[in-house]
Each structure stands twice: as C-alpha cells, then as structure tokens.
C-alpha cells in the first residue's frame, strides 16, 4: 500500500490529497503548518475570492479547462460545498486595449479580445455597447461561480477525511522531512509538495523563482449582482478592481492589488479606500448608490498569491532517496485550476510508483 505524503493544507494540496485518497489502497497523510480555519500570511487560500476566471494562455490553458467542469458540477449538485453560480462580466478599458494587444497585460488571457475560453461557457457572449460603463472599448459576459473558501476547503477536509486521509499539524524545515510523517508505519513513498510561497523557503526545494503578489481586498456585507472585473485602474499599474459574491453568505469581495515582490501582511487604510471607491464606481448599485458610505464593512485583508516566474511547477523528482512531486506557484488562479493540477499530481504518482496506465 503505498504511503503518501501530502506538504501543505491549501486549495493545492487538498486537492491533491482528495484525489489522490480516491484511489484504492493509497495511505495519505497531510502534514501542514497551517489549516483551513487559520488566517496568516503566509497561507494564501483563506484570502482568495476566490472565482473562475481563465487566466491562462490558450497553450496553458489545460489546468483550467479540466477543473471547470468539476467545480460547476460541485455548484450544482452538492450545495454544501460552498460554490455558486454567478454571472461574470470582464470589461477591457479604452486606454489599455493598445497594451492588450500587443500582448503586454499580467493577466494572460482573461482580457484578450477573441479569448480561448469563450468555449468552455455554453453562454459566453460579447457585451453590446450599450451595455459597456463608460470608458470601456468592449467587454464580455459568461456564467461562471464563487467559492465560499471558508465552507469550501473545509469541505475538501471533510472529503478526505471521509477516505481515510490523517491531517497532522507540522512545521518543515526540509521537504525530505516529510519522509518520517506519515501516520502509518514506515517511511513514505511518495512526497507531495503543495508549500505555495514557503516553496522558496523550504530546504531541499529553494525555489528562488516564487515570489509573493500581494493582494489587499475589503470584504462588505452588501451584494453585487454580477461578478465584474476590469483590465486596469487608473491609480496605479499594480492595482486591479474586481467584485465577487462569495456563495452562503461569505460576503462580498473587493478588490483589489497585484503587487509582485511585496511581503506586507498589513491593509493600507488608503489603499482600501480606493478599492472601495472603483468598486461602487463601477458598480453603483453595490452600496445602493450612496457610494462608500454605503457599503456595509465585515473585514479588510491581505493575502500573497505564491507566483512563481515561469510557471506553475508541476513534475517529479527525487531528494534523498524518495521521490517528490511538485505542486505550487499557482499566483493567483489555484482555486480555478486546482482539479487539472491535482490530475497532474496523481499521473506523477502512478509514475513514481511505476502503476500501469489505465
């Protein structure tokens, strides 16, 4: 029976676990210093909206299309996971349609104006120019979801425990640590490594390459009717503004930033306050027309998305003798293509552990 363990508590890690505990006589273990319920920053998935909206380039766009499918079935048929269903719109401004199309936007995908992904929604339509606030040259709409991230992994726990997955609490100091951790006899086979930004602290993995992004956001009781996102500000290059409804009564999320390189755990007051005002500039009926003062405040946080320059890592390798598979630099999409991801995981698996191809 081999003996798996799984680095990390994480939308990454947990989905790697879950699937992973669906294979039949797989013993998992999930160490982490960090679990769903606890807030720090070092732990980015509490602070996540978290939605879908594809990030990628059509050529990587593989993780996302695999995991939409799933998380919309999870929306539909098991309501207790904490995801529903919500109408996005995706805005691209006038003064950043020439950067569009030369290619030069952080966001990959998501603002392009003939995007791949108008075949994975069924209802994906092009906004008319009526429909466009002003300032914008085009936009689109499409049926996507929000996740309650605090009913949602949660739930993934629940899921794994349910086949037999053992969480423990642990702090690492090298990944080769992990080989001693699981909870049955013996040492493990198979390592997963799920430390999202700790990837660049970890003995054994180092990876210089993963570097925090933070993002700032303020959480309102008030409702949107849509989720909306727009290609930039006016404030500054690393702020963004979107809108998202978390499902169950998780409250609103305003956002927000994408400062790469920053470590700061703390909101800024005036930072926090701009978010605010994009947000009921762009949509009025947020707060009721009243503006700032009428949105309805639960909390301000700061969350760091675990971006790694090239590129997700997911592969295989071996230190110290057993082999480790890699799961982390996700930045800021790990939720929408945590399923793809974990896929990827589970193949590198059977391949450590030389199991026939089905």
Known sequence: MPNIVVVGAGVSGLTS??????????VITVVA???????????????????????????????????WPELKRLA??????????????????????????????SFDGLFEENPWYRSLFDDFRELSKDELPEGMASGCEFGSLCINVMLYTPWLVGQCMANGVVFRRGQLKHISQAAALSHASGKADVIINSTGL??????????????????????????SPYMVTKSGTDDADDELCYIMTRAGGGGTVLGGTYQKGQWESQPDPNLAMRIMR?????????????????????????????????????????????????????????????????QDVVKLVDEALNRPKL
Do not use: F
């Open 76 to 105: 539909i048929e098991v309501p207790e996971a904490g995801i529903h269903l919500q109408k996005s719109r995706v805005y691209r401004r006038q003064k950043d349609i020439e950067k569009l199309r030369k290619g030069g936007y």
């Open 17 to 26: 676990a879950y699937l992973l505990s669906k294979q039949k006589g797989n």
């Open 278 to 342: 994009r947000a009921v500039e762009m949509v009025p009926e947020l707060a009721d027309g009243k503006g700032v003062k009428g949105l309805d405040i639960i909390r301000h946080g700061v969350g760091l998305r675990p971006y790694r320059n090239g590129g997700v890592r997911i592969e295989k390798e071996k230190i110290d003798g057993t082999w480790v598979v890699h799961n982390y630099g996700h930045a800021g999409w790990g939720y929408q293509g945590s399923y793809g991801c974990a």
């Open 198 to 223: 700790m990837a660049s602290q970890l003995g054994g993995v180092m990876d210089q390459n993963v570097v925090p992004v933070r993002g700032q956001v303020v959480v309102v009781r008030n409702e």
């Open 33 to 67: 210093k960090h679990m769903p319920g606890d807030y720090d920053i070092e732990y980015a998935s509490p602070w996540a909206g978290a939605n879908v909206l594809p990030m990628a380039t059509e050529k990587n766009s593989s993780w996302e299309r695999r995991t």
